[in-house]
């Protein structure tokens, strides 16, 4: 019995310096999976915060979904791969891009407006994006007894309808190339002359990468433009004082808690710390697996999720008590103890949880980086106090630590 419980105390330890080491030094010479390879937020790096305004009273979903797409590429174009494009309120759009230092010259980089255009092979330019009056992802059969496969249909209007008409009866067999911002996006080949105003644009498309090219045809003929209504550089120096006293105050409150924790309740408190030090590995290990970006509220999400883990704990050690108190030997005081914390544990969680996916769903910017890292603390830490904890508690009166006197109680 004392071997099997060793074994598997050696086994949890070789998991939780694995785990540490993987989030200190990482895999490869780009150190993924570590703390390195987690990306962070404009408040932590510095960089640009711009907000769009749309110049028009009623703006849809369709119409706000085109124009992120639009000024996402523009982005990922622009080699910025870590900036974000996301709807804000029902008419704006916010654009964050680390690692900037001048607003102004990102705006100009950005633009406000598609320049999308259709051509030829030679170049000439057959009709613009402002003719295109639809363009929708469709899933069906593109030839007689095909498959049904993904594809970009395109609705023109009256100009649209003629001009294309004309472009495709002098362009059959050969390919008509969709341009926006002088970047090729798609080159199919005429195979008839269209004349009912409306296209498909057929490829190996995925079903996302048919609603892109759809998102990206419909930017280059939206009906209103963007407009800069805020613009602000944030300071990188600022943002790495912030992160550095956010890492101290949570080292800090991380230290005091694990020696509360050993002096409190000392071999369950130990077992605590144990799979503390597992929860934290987890955590950093999901930002960075997930490419979550780490905003300095979402360091406050952490800190707090830590002190959720802890209070589990707590819980289940004084549940633990009472049975012991009563009179019920270690092991089964131990079981009990676990099975009386449960309820408590996950409604707990779960109203927590409930409170996080609403901020992440309603919220926006910062928000929900706090929302992000409080939902991953949330779920690990239910699986840290209710699993991890159990099997060092477990493992440890195994190897041979039976007297409750070392579990911080005074039994009689």
């Known amino acids: 019995m004392k071997t099997k419980g060793r074994?598997?105390?050696?086994?949890?330890?070789?998991?939780?310096?694995?785990?540490?080491?993987?989030?200190?030094?990482?895999?490869?010479?780009?150190?993924?999976l570590s703390v390195n390879d987690i990306k962070q937020g404009l408040d932590l790096s510095g960089g640009v915060d711009i907000l769009y305004e749309a110049e028009k009273d009623t703006v849809t979903d369709q119409e706000m979904s085109a124009a992120i797409s639009l000024l996402q590429g523009r982005l990922d174009w622009n080699g910025w791969t870590e900036a974000e494009a996301a709807q804000e309120g029902?008419?704006?759009?916010?654009?964050?891009?680390?690692?900037?230092?001048?607003?102004?010259?990102?705006?100009?980089?950005?633009?406000?407006?598609?320049q999308l255009m259709f051509a030829d092979e030679d170049g000439k330019v057959l009709l613009t994006g402002d003719m295109v009056k639809d363009a929708t992802k469709q899933v069906g059969a593109t030839s007689k007894n095909g498959p049904s496969v993904p594809y970009v249909s395109l609705e023109f209007n009256d100009e649209g309808k003629a001009r294309f008409a004309e472009a495709t009866k002098e362009n059959i067999g050969k390919k008509i190339m969709i341009v926006m911002d002088n970047e090729v996006i798609s080159a199919p080949t005429v195979q008839t002359a269209i004349t009912d105003g409306n296209a498909m644009i057929t490829g190996q498309f995925?079903?996302?990468?048919?609603?892109?090219?759809?998102?990206?045809?419909?930017?280059?003929?939206?009906?209103?433009?963007?407009?800069?209504?805020?613009m602000r550089n944030v300071g990188a120096r600022l943002g790495a004082d912030a992160l550095s006293t956010g890492i101290t105050a949570g080292l800090v409150g991380i230290a005091l808690v694990l020696l509360y924790m050993l002096f409190a309740y000392r071999v369950l408190g130990f077992a605590a710390d144990w799979a503390l030090i597992i929860y934290i590995a987890l955590e950093l290990l999901f930002l960075s697996l997930f490419h979550i970006t780490l905003t300095l509220p979402g360091v406050a999400?952490?800190?707090?999720?830590?002190?959720?883990?802890?209070?589990?704990?707590?819980?289940?050690?004084?549940?633990?008590?009472?049975?012991?108190?009563?009179?019920?030997?270690?092991?089964?005081?131990?079981?009990?103890?676990f099975s009386r914390a449960l309820p408590a544990i996950v409604d707990g969680n779960v109203t927590t949880l409930i409170a996080a996916v609403v901020l992440f769903f309603l919220g926006s910017g910062t928000i929900k980086g706090f929302a992000t890292t409080l939902m991953i603390g949330i779920i690990i830490s239910m699986f840290t106090a209710l699993v991890v904890t159990r099997i060092i508690v477990n493992s440890l009166i195994k190897a041979g630590f039976h007297n409750p006197k070392n579990y911080g109680f005074r039994v009689k």
């Not at 310096?17 to 990482?26: K, N, P, V």
């Not at 029902?90 to 598609?114: C, F, L, M, N, S």
């Not at 633990?320 to 009179?327: A, C, P, Q, W």
């Open 90 to 114: 029902t008419k704006r759009i916010r654009v964050q891009i680390p690692g900037v230092d001048d607003a102004e010259k990102a705006i100009q980089e950005i633009g406000q407006t598609a």
């Open 206 to 230: 995925t079903g996302e990468g048919a609603e892109n090219l759809a998102s990206l045809i419909r930017a280059g003929s939206l009906p209103f433009n963007l407009e800069v209504i805020q």
């Open 7 to 32: 074994l598997m105390l050696l086994l949890m330890l070789i998991i939780a310096l694995g785990l540490s080491a993987l989030t200190y030094y990482g895999i490869g010479k780009d150190k993924q």
């Open 301 to 337: 999400g952490i800190i707090l999720s830590i002190g959720m883990a802890v209070d589990a704990n707590v819980v289940i050690f004084e549940r633990i008590k009472e049975e012991l108190v009563i009179g019920k030997t270690l092991r089964s005081a131990v079981k009990i103890g």
